[in-house]
T-cell receptor, first 112, second 112 residues
Framework: EDQVTQSPEALRLQEGESSSLNCSYTVSGLRGLFWYRQDPGKGPEFLFTLYSAGEEKEKERLKATLTKKESFLHITAPKPEDSATYLCAVPAGTGANSKLTFGKGITLSVRP | SQTIHQWPATLVQPVGSPLSLECTVEGTSNPNLYWYRQAAGRGLQLLFYSVGIGQISSEVPQNLSASRPQDRQFILSSKKLLLSDSGFYLC???????????FGNGTRLTVT
């Protein structure tokens, strides 16, 4: 069964304190890994797609990387506005029945 | 550009009352449409998805149903709400099988 596990469940950082969020997955034939950001009371916002091991994507203070078993979301010198829940997901199923399996998310709090 | 609209943003309903949540997508045609429920600490649970008008697939047996009367309209319904139906309901769309999902801003449903 395809699974996505995120750790830690919650992370508290001081402003400027860099860290990484982990997403490990078990899936037959990875067809992409997606990262989302979710603010309280809002829907998840798409950040990145990674397709193959070694691939990296960057956006402002965020950099996502991918290996054959896990993905990391590196946050460099975070600011309080980076506080949010970060979700990762992988496609499961094939063709028209392809659906995303989500991890439970990592809640990041950045203190000023 | 594509946009997704979901309403209402919040809803308080008594047990046993009916439910209708609506979602519409603009700027694309023949999208795949999804209804998710998000409960605290439990992640995103896929409820229904649709690959075309009148085509609905259910992921979990429950007190809810979905319909797609038009290409870019997706409706989540219930004839009689239960307390356990409370949660945060999210509509989402994607254009191709393994493309990222794009979410609406959700409906917070409280059943009293």
């Amino acid at each position: 069964e395809d699974q996505v596990t995120q750790s830690p469940e919650a992370l508290r950082l001081q402003e400027g304190e860099s860290s990484s969020l982990n997403c490990s997955y078990t899936v037959s034939g990875l067809r992409g890994l997606f990262w989302y950001r979710q603010d309280p009371g809002k829907g998840p916002e798409f950040l990145f797609t990674l397709y193959s091991a070694g691939e990296e994507k960057e956006k402002e203070r965020l950099k996502a990387t991918l290996t054959k078993k896990e993905s990391f979301l590196h946050i460099t010198a975070p600011k309080p506005e980076d506080s949010a829940t970060y979700l990762c997901a992988v496609p499961a199923g094939t063709g028209a029945n392809s659906k995303l399996t989500f991890g439970k998310g990592i809640t990041l709090s950045v203190r000023p | 550009s594509q946009t997704i609209h979901q309403w209402p943003a919040t809803l308080v309903q008594p047990v046993g009352s009916p439910l209708s949540l609506e979602c519409t997508v603009e700027g694309t045609s023949n999208p795949n449409l999804y209804w998710y429920r998000q409960a605290a600490g439990r992640g995103l649970q896929l409820l229904f998805y649709s690959v075309g008008i009148g085509q609905i697939s259910s992921e979990v047996p429950q007190n809810l149903s979905a319909s797609r009367p038009q290409d870019r309209q997706f409706i989540l319904s219930s004839k009689k709400l239960l307390l356990s139906d409370s949660g945060f309901y999210l509509c989402a769309w994607k254009s191709t099988y393994d493309s990222p999902l794009h979410f609406g801003n959700g409906t917070r449903l409280t059943v009293t």
